[in-house]
């Protein structure tokens, strides 16, 4: 079984695998590059599972950088009735694709 984690990113959380491709908000890196996200929650290794405290220390996510993106555009719209006053508005979010290359953590007693 593959190893897994929950990872919380600037206020999101994600459960995240070993060769995983998932997005987050905009990270400043060129694609390529290499990032370790450290806030790591929780970790799954098939025969035990490692909670931290709000976090584990010393455990990380590292990833690579593939690809950065924009988001489904989404879309506000405002009205007040009677009133003539409609306003619509849209918003597309930055993105960082990765790509889950490894997961450390320390080991049970350590």
């Known amino acids: 079984m ?13 459960t995240v695998s070993e060769g995983d491709v998932f997005e987050v908000n905009r990270l400043n890196g060129k694609i390529g590059t290499e990032v370790s996200l ?16 709000p976090l584990l220390k010393g455990a990380a996510v590292h ?12 879309f506000t719209f405002k009205i007040k009735r009677r009133k003539n006053y409609r306003r619509r508005s849209g918003h597309r979010q930055d993105l960082t694709k990765l790509v889950a290359k490894s997961i450390k953590f320390l080991p049970a007693g350590g």
């Open 2 to 14: 593959k190893v897994k984690a929950i990872i919380r990113d600037r206020g999101h959380q994600l």
């Open 38 to 53: 450290n806030e790591v929650l929780c970790v799954d290794t098939g025969e035990e599972v490692r909670v931290g405290q």
């Open 63 to 74: 990833c690579k950088i593939m690809d950065h993106t924009r988001g489904k555009k989404v």
